[in-house]
């Protein structure tokens, strides 16, 4: 007599596991709550580089075709404000986030701006980054592990597109792409790293953006900024030098655009993730020899490499 054989379970990182879009939020500044997502779950998790920054939010958004879009929200600098950009554990928010089940993440953020015709108000969807963080961790890797991901393209162009259409259907004033130079702090710029940054070409100036982007891929979510921009930085000779009151009134404005973006993405994410790929960016990526990963590198990574091992 022939007996059926049970399918095994795929594995958590595998394509099998992540055939479904879920849409990740991390919210910067103002946006510690989204009021589209009042009615989810709170989810506590622990991970193997320590604890999130708070609890996620795990509810649906409706989509234009009547079924529901799966979202997960995380409050990048806790509730109530309480890290510095240099305080957050990145790696555990990010690892959290996939533990969840998230493939593509939107990372919402208050940015300066570097030119004069991204006027505080307007809405950024960077392309490139400039990294000026100094004292973060930047990889998942190490401690017995070496992998190399591309990064020539940090953010993840067909999704970034999609965020962006979003925003204008939001009734935003849109620009697509431009630098992001994403700075230690917590203090804000010199006049003359200011003008410095303008003179690389960066468009606008954050502090959050690295390491998260680059952990993004790692754990291969695709990954798109959604920059608020709230002021001048302090090189315009013509605007009030940045304070934390102007940047804070300006987000509270920015913050109902933001959470309408948000639903407008939603409504409009491809189902699957054929439709909407997502990086596979650790493919190839890894150096060290498998036989050499041993049993404690193996679980750590797990949800990062573990496919591929």
């Known amino acids: 007599m022939l ?28 946006l510690y709550r989204m009021d589209a997502l009042a009615h989810g779950r709170t989810v506590e998790l622990d991970t193997p580089f320590g604890r999130p920054s708070a609890p996620y939010t795990v509810a649906e958004l409706p989509r234009q075709d009547g079924s529901a879009q799966p979202v997960v929200f995380l409050p990048r600098h806790g509730h109530g404000h309480r890290l510095l950009p240099s305080e957050i554990d990145y790696r555990a928010n990010i690892h959290g986030l996939k533990q969840l089940g998230v493939t593509h993440l939107l990372s919402v953020s208050a940015v300066g701006s570097l ?7 307007h ?3 960077p392309d490139q ?27 993840t162009p067909q999704f970034r597109a999609l965020a962006r259409d979003a925003a204008v259907r939001a009734g935003a004033t849109v620009h697509d792409g431009g630098t992001l130079v994403v700075m230690e702090g917590p203090a804000f710029s010199t006049k003359a790293e200011s003008h410095l940054y303008r003179s690389w070409g960066g468009a606008i100036i954050g502090m959050t953006a690295l390491p998260e982007a680059k952990l993004a891929r790692e754990a291969e979510l695709g990954y798109a900024v959604l920059a608020l921009a709230t002021d001048y930085d302090c090189w315009h000779e013509a605007e009030a030098e940045v304070s934390v009151d102007l940047v804070m009134a300006i987000v509270a404005r920015n913050v109902e655009l933001a959470q309408r973006t948000i639903v407008e993405l ?6 699957t993730t054929a439709e909407l790929p997502y990086p596979n960016a650790c493919e190839f990526a890894i150096m060290t020899d498998r036989a050499a990963i041993g049993p404690a590198a193996r679980a750590r990574l797990d949800l990062i490499i573990g496919h591929y091992l």
């Not at 007996?3 to 500044?29: F, N």
């Not at 980054?129 to 190490?142: E, K, L, M, P, W």
């Open 129 to 155: 980054f400039i990294d000026r963080t100094r004292t973060r961790v930047q990889s998942f890797f190490g401690d017995g592990v070496v992998a190399h991901v591309q990064f020539g393209e940090p953010t």
């Open 3 to 30: 007996r059926a054989t049970p399918m095994a379970t795929p594995h958590p990182a595998s394509k099998l596991a992540r055939e479904r879009v879920v849409l990740g939020i991390v919210g910067g500044s103002g």
């Open 115 to 121: 030119r004069e015709v991204i006027v505080p108000g």
């Open 266 to 271: 939603a409504a409009k994410l491809p189902a």
């Open 123 to 125: 809405v950024v969807f």
